[in-house]
């Protein structure tokens, strides 16, 4: 015999308990996909603001960049041009934000941010090439700097104390990286260098030109699919050259003089290289 079951009926209270469930899913999901559309539109305009630098400011050459350059190729090309850029005024902004937090007195998130700019000093401290981190007087300034403009704005954080509005404070600790940005790549040669480096092996190129041979410094970005026409990029003015395949006598990979030796200082514990690339002379 079949007994039926009897479910008790809804209130309004389940069913406003229900709606909130649902609105908080959607909330959850609509921020998961803001958040990565933000980091897509954010990776691709840091490409094209490098691709730029990269050419000289100039549109022919960063459009035929972009057209012969593998994707894994540009992006990781990008990646390794942009890090030491960036590594100073991350660490500042975690310190920053740390400090601002500890002012209001949320220790957790603040002890979580400046473990955080401690580890991320650490780890590229390690890998990223010596001649392009900041020395220590730069980081000196610039924790002082940090410290200076949160004592002096303050009353940002009695604000954030009544309000859980951080959109001031983010921009603020915004500008605060990019000044320190400013200042670091304005200092330093060898960073201003590392920014425009194109994303493949500079070449030394011997081109036949009836009985005499002339060198070209640059980087070859495409040969074409009858393999008649190779087209460079020249180092000196990254203006875009196409030059017939079968005038070139000789190619040799060599290192522009304006780029410095890499020294990482995971070196220390490793054997240095005994082949060193060689300066190009075109």
Same mark, same amino acid.
């Given at each position: 015999m079949l007994r039926g079951v009897i479910l008790a009926p809804m209130t309004s209270t389940d069913y406003d308990k229900i709606r909130r469930t649902h609105a908080l899913q959607e909330i959850a999901r609509n921020s998961r996909s803001s958040i990565i559309n933000r980091g897509l539109i954010l990776a691709l305009l840091l490409t094209a603001m490098d691709v730029l630098l990269v050419a000289h400011l100039q549109q022919s050459s960063a459009l035929a960049i972009l057209r012969f350059t593998p994707p894994v190729s540009l992006f990781t090309g990008v990646f390794v041009n942009l890090a030491s850029a960036v590594f100073f005024p991350i660490v500042i902004g975690l310190l920053t934000l740390g400090v601002i937090y500890a002012l209001q007195q949320r220790v957790t998130r603040a002890f979580s941010f400046i473990l955080g700019a401690f580890l991320f000093y650490g780890v590229g401290n390690v890998?990223?090439?010596?001649s392009l981190t900041p020395g220590l007087g730069f980081w000196f300034v610039g924790i002082a700097v940090a410290f200076v403009l949160v004592g002096v704005g303050s009353y940002l954080v009695k604000r954030f104390?009544?309000?859980d509005d951080l959109s001031g404070l983010s921009v603020f600790v915004f500008f605060l990286g990019l000044a320190c940005l400013v200042t670091v790549v304005s200092s330093n040669d060898d960073l201003r260098a590392a920014l425009a480096r194109p994303y493949i092996s500079a070449e030394e190129i011997t081109v036949k030109q009836g009985? =005499?041979? *002339?060198?070209?410094?640059?980087?070859? #970005?495409?040969? =074409?699919? *009858?393999?008649?026409?190779?087209?460079? #990029?020249?180092?000196?003015?990254?203006?875009?050259?196409?030059?017939?395949?079968?005038?070139i006598a000789m190619r040799t990979v060599c290192r522009p003089a304006t780029l410095s030796v890499p020294h990482p200082r995971w070196s220390i514990i490793d054997t240095p290289p005994t082949d060193v690339v060689p300066v190009c002379e075109g």
């Open positions: 890998f990223l090439d010596e104390e009544v309000s009985a =005499d041979d *002339s060198k070209l410094v640059g980087y070859v #970005l495409d040969v =074409d699919v *009858s393999g008649q026409w190779t087209t460079l #990029l020249l180092e000196h003015d990254r203006t875009i050259r196409i030059i017939a395949s079968d005038s």
